[in-house]
């Protein structure tokens, strides 16, 4: 007959297992040792993988150790409170670990998003840029539809391309919509407001791959660029998502 603490033991060992198969969102199921593999592949796909894996991998590649034992060998092992206590607590702080990575993104990244419109004069955006300390500006038609963003660094590069031109007399009476911006190389992307704090960091991580920065992020109802802003990420904002998850 298995020990008490054993049957503790299994049953919290399932409950666990049962844990990363919906953390990893797959129908298949997948024994222990494949989900911690598999968390360890994704370790770039989100905050919340790379967490699991550094804070519990090797913990968790243990207790499968011991999972493995107990099948073979359960008619004399016997079990501390202390793993028991183990296996329990490394539940709860992946649970309450997800919880906190799983809030949305608007409710961290909400604010007031500055945007200009296409008519605007471009010398004012260029001084709000300077003033406000601001990196991109989303740009709008009259009637809300998406035109492009416009960045410090597009701005740059059009500015040194007028310079060289020697046609920068009229500078004070050119439009936003009168300037052209090459924007095959996006720096923006828009996601929608509910979208898991987690996932966040994902984004600038693969502009990363491929040798690109991302400067923002725009969060609007349902991803729609012509959708009203509702909040804006940017590299700088990174460090609100790490200290939505400073547990421990």
Avoid at 54 to 72: G, L, P, V
């Amino acid at each position: 007959m298995l020990s008490e603490n054993i049957l503790t033991f299994n049953t919290a060992f399932n409950t666990l297992h049962e844990l990363l198969i919906d953390i990893l969102n797959t129908n298949d199921k997948k024994d222990f040792s494949m989900c911690l593999a598999e968390i360890h592949e994704r370790t770039h796909d989100s905050i919340l993988y790379a967490r699991i894996n550094d804070r519990f991998y090797s913990e968790m590649k243990t207790i499968n150790a011991i999972r493995n034992i107990i099948i073979h060998k359960s008619d004399w092992i016997e079990l501390p409170e202390f793993t028991l206590q183990k296996i329990q607590s490394i539940h709860d702080a992946i649970v309450e670990l997800r919880t906190k990575l799983d809030a949305k993104a608007i409710d961290v990244f909400a604010k007031k998003v500055y945007i200009c419109r296409d008519t605007d004069l471009l010398h004012i955006v260029v001084g709000i840029l300077g003033e406000r300390g601001f990196t991109h500006i989303p740009v709008y038609s009259e009637k809300w539809e998406f035109r492009w963003v416009i960045s410090e660094k597009l701005i740059a590069l059009w500015l040194s391309k007028q310079s060289k031109a020697g046609d920068m007399n009229n500078f004070h009476e050119i439009r936003i919509q009168d300037i052209m911006i090459d924007t095959t190389h996006h720096e923006y992307v828009f996601i929608p407001s509910d979208s898991p704090v987690s996932s966040i960091e994902s984004y600038f991580s693969s502009y990363m791959k491929e040798r690109k920065k991302l400067g923002a992020i725009y969060l609007t109802a349902s991803g729609d660029e012509n959708e009203w802003i509702d909040g804006m990420v940017t590299a700088w904002d990174l460090p609100l998502i790490y200290r939505k998850e400073e547990l421990f």
